[in-house]
């Protein structure tokens, strides 16, 4: 008998008790996906539109990338094979954190195997006992996992609410203080007022954090929210950022490749290198994949990808303007404060259909599914509760075709109850 054989009474039974199912309705299942081909996935043997990923410009299965990651295992073969402070940290790892560095327009960049460790290493390295955290609270688990194991005092604001932040920052006599935020909000699509958040930050003497991984790729001409018009001026000075801003962008999503940049002022950067726990203590992402990250720095810069954003954003644009038109809620949230006159920003590649209870939401999936659509429901604590929804994300590798069809039949469910 193997381990995961064994019968569920041997277990302790405060551990039995601990272990009961949450209700169906709210119940996280596995789906096995067999084959992955664009905008199209295969399940059980059935191929359905795919619009549950994140490969905003359909660079996942590029020619170039696949190209850089199949050179880099005939040179430094599959494994990372040791921490970046041991034998781990090769060439083509420092190659595509000084070409980020400098396309981005940071002093330096660190290299990482997911976007999760970056955001743990930055924040507990940098932000202990005795500083204030403050998020938002539609931020990425992520970024509160990293506020709380930090020690930080933890403060978090409803979301875009930052006449509450600067009250907050104001009467705060806390010698360090950090503001926290994504950029593109995963679950919404909508995008923070980064400006805003910058110049409270210079009035209070704190720290920005922000966590881009949804508008990086997308969003600026591939280099990401800070990039955007409405933006740039007020984080970029002489092509340098401000070094009281940190980012972190992930290359799983539009970049099509694997791991993620921390970037920001060298000696910050430095101290991560130091103290951070998620970089010190774990394997290098593997070498092919940061030869394969370096080539996606350099494909989302070409004009390919210039026409695939404009491709994927008129898309995202059809969409929201189509479900408005049919009377069906796509977010942003309702309740969230005005936060004064928003910049002319794009719109972006995530569009929520809120549906509310858990149960509605898995049958709008369900039905979906029947058509041939895949759209998992995303359900409470990923979203706040009564807000469960349908998470719309669309590919440059989606089709005139693929976008009809999704609109069609969300119109017909919502028509038919």
Known sequence: MQVTDLPRSSLPGWLQAAL??????????????????????????????????NDYLGLAGDAALCAAATAGIARWGVGGTASHLLSGHTRAHQTAEEHAAAWLGFARALLFSS????????????????????ADRLNHACLNDAARLSGARL????????????????ADPAPQKWVLTDAVFSMDGDIARID???????????????????GFGVLGGGRGTLHEPAFAPA???????????????????????????????????????????????????????????TASLQRLADADCDFRRAQLLAMAAELRQSLVRAGIPCGPLADAPDPGVAPALPPTPIVPVLLGSDARALAAAAALRRCGVWVPAIRPPTVPAGTARLRVSLSAGHGEGDLAKLINVLKELFCNG
């Not at 169906?24 to 619009?51: H, I, K």
């Not at 805003?196 to 949804?214: N, P, S, T, V, Y």
């Open 115 to 134: 976007g999760y460790l970056a955001n743990l290493a930055v924040v507990t390295a940098l932000a202990g006992r005795g500083a204030t955290l403050y």
């Open 155 to 170: 403060r978090r604001y409803r979301h875009a609410d930052l006449e509450t932040l600067a009250a907050w920052l104001a």
């Open 235 to 293: 984080v970029f000075r002489h092509g340098m950022a401000d070094p009281r801003v940190v980012l972190m962008v992930t290359l799983g999503k539009a970049a099509g490749a694997a791991g993620a940049l921390l970037l920001g002022a060298a000696p910050l950067i430095e101290a991560v290198v130091q103290r951070g726990r998620s970089y010190i203590y774990t394997t290098a992402l593997p070498p092919s994949l940061a030869e394969a990250a």
């Open 196 to 214: 805003r958040l910058l110049d409270l930050c210079r009035r209070f003497d704190a720290m920005l954090l922000i966590d881009d991984a949804h």
């Open 20 to 53: 009961a199912p949450p209700p169906e309705a709210s119940r996280r299942c596995r789906t096995t996906v067999d084959a992955l081909a664009g905008a199209r996935v295969t399940v059980a043997g059935e191929t359905l539109v795919n619009f549950a990923g």
